[in-house]
């Protein structure tokens, strides 16, 4: 019978790999070709032993008695495929232009294990990218404010964004980032927190494009204002790309007058959502003539006050006025949508907080942050008017916009808002995948230069996300594990490929990689 190879575990744990041979009723051992302490040694030891099986393949000439074991050790072992993968998407997003091995060993460790700087160059070791000396990877810091990086990659994703997406339309929002610091600097400061935090934090604001590919960041003190950001950064970027007709799309955080009009005044196009409190003197011509019935899906196409003083538009009319800023000077064009969904959330929202408002009175619960609860002479009461006011408003929605009708119609306009996720999602990728908050940086050039980092991180990972259909956590977890290994068996060199999983081969075969070596 053929000889065949056999895998057996031995006292010590590890699993030696056999030559063997079918005699009578027992198996002869030919060969003991080593023991494996790993997969990789075992991958390795099975590819020496079917080289030895095979002789069409190449002999190995294994000279040694049966009964020895000859010690197999791993010379190398490489995720190739994910350091394809991550090298496929720096150079088809130009970022090889920039010639900086040493950024770009950044951007690879940022992707797959965030870490310190100081613990950069293990990541790369394991998998198989010799790292440069740590005070190379210090000094690229430096170069990366002297040299505009930031400006450079910014240019190339908006050429990646021009040449396969749309850039007609941008999408904005802004997250914090804090620092576990004892006191502010002219950076870092107090200011306000979604995570309710009072430690100092810096302002980040992100504009990507509709699919959520990064065109630009900035960086802010921790106590600006989320509405001061928005215009600096998108005439940044109108700047940069000589760009003289865009929609810019923002949620209700972003509306201000002087927003809107400063965007307005730079030939810009806005979508920004509107707040719940515009609802009752922008609906006020529907409630009057129809009272607070809607039908699900409903789109009010009306107009809104660019100020307090504005005087309101007539209610004579039951038509709602078509928005016109020749007619309407003083006025923008608002859209209002209403979905039974959202009123069936919206309401179990309120009773929620009625209940809460009505323990607070009866003194069951504390105070703070607690609707409908008004103080009176008499003591604590039920603000019955206002509760009243926001069931009127359950399963609205508004948008403000400055594009007219006939060049966007209402339910694009709301189509484009929705699109909003993207930024977020972005965000969430940033924070979570890529762990942007720069927690080992103090001064404002080394955070900024860490940003770029993330920034440059991030275009790549929504890169390879666009082209495989996998999130970028699952590329790494699936690409990682998969090492070729080279491994040195009595005086032969060995290198095992690893055994593409079926996630592994979608991704390279989605990215055209991995063909060199038969993948």
Not at 365 to 393: C, H, M, N, W, Y
Request: charged residues 25%.
């Amino acid at each position: 019978m053929s000889p065949f190879l056999r895998k057996v575990t031995t006292a010590s744990g590890a699993t030696a790999v056999q030559v063997v041979a079918k005699q009578g009723r027992r198996n002869k051992v030919l060969e003991h070709l080593g023991s494996a302490h790993s997969k990789a040694e075992l991958a390795a030891l099975m590819e020496a032993g079917k080289a030895k099986l095979h002789a069409g393949q190449g002999e190995l000439a294994l000279d040694f008695p049966a009964e020895s074991d000859p010690a197999a050790v791993v010379q190398s072992s490489a995720s190739r495929l994910l350091i394809e993968a991550i090298t496929m998407a720096w150079e088809a997003l130009g970022f090889d232009d920039l010639d900086d091995k040493a950024f770009f060993q950044l951007i690879a460790a940022r992707l797959i294990e965030p870490t310190s700087m100081l613990d950069t160059s293990r990541v790369l070791d394991d998998i198989g990218i010799q790292p440069v000396h740590r005070s190379t990877m210090k000094r690229c810091l430096a170069r990366i404010k002297q040299r505009d990086y930031r400006d450079q990659i910014a240019t190339k994703c908006f050429t990646h964004a021009w040449t396969s997406g749309d850039v007609s339309l941008v999408l904005y929002d802004v997250t914090t980032l804090y620092f576990e610091a004892p006191k502010e600097d002219e950076l870092r400061k107090v200011g306000f927190s979604k995570e309710r935090r009072v430690d100092p934090q810096i302002v980040v604001g992100l504009l990507v494009d509709r699919n959520g590919f990064p065109l630009e960041i900035g960086c802010y003190e921790g106590n600006k204002a989320e509405t001061l950001t928005i215009v600096p950064i998108v005439k940044q970027f109108q700047a940069r790309h000589g760009l003289a007709d865009m929609v810019v799309v923002a949620d209700a955080g972003m509306l201000s007058m002087n927003n809107l009009t400063a965007l307005d005044e730079a030939g810009l196009k806005v979508i920004v959502g509107s707040r719940p409190v515009k609802a009752p003197g922008d609906l006020a011509n529907h409630f009057h003539w129809n009272g607070d019935a809607f039908q699900d899906g409903q789109l009010i196409d009306t107009v809104t006050p660019r100020h307090g003083n504005t005087k309101t538009v007539s209610k004579q009319r039951r038509k709602e006025p078509v928005w016109d800023p020749e007619t309407h000077p003083g006025h923008w064009r608002a859209i209002w949508s209403y979905s039974r969904k959202r009123a069936v959330h919206d309401n179990y929202t309120l009773t929620q907080q009625e209940n809460k408002a009505r323990a607070v009175i009866a003194g069951d619960a504390p105070v703070k942050g607690t609707r409908f609860v008004k103080t009176t002479a008499a003591g604590r009461a039920l603000d019955i008017a206002s509760l009243e006011r926001s069931q009127q408003l359950a399963g609205l929605k508004g948008y403000v916009t400055n594009i007219p009708a006939s060049i966007m119609p209402a339910a694009e306009v709301l189509a484009s808002y929705h699109d909003l996720w993207h930024v977020e999602q972005s965000f969430r990728m940033s924070r979570t995948d890529l762990q942007a908050r720069p927690m080992f940086h103090r001064t404002r050039d080394a955070i900024e230069a860490h940003l770029t980092i993330v920034f440059t991180a991030l275009a790549i990972a929504r890169y390879l996300q666009d082209r495989t259909g996998f999130s970028i956590r699952k590329i790494i977890r699936t690409l990682r594990p998969l090492q070729d290994v080279t491994i040195s068996v009595a005086g032969q060199r060995i290198t095992a490929k690893p055994q593409l999983t079926d996630n592994a081969r979608a991704i390279t075969d989605a990215l055209g990689i991995g063909q060199s070596l038969g993948h």
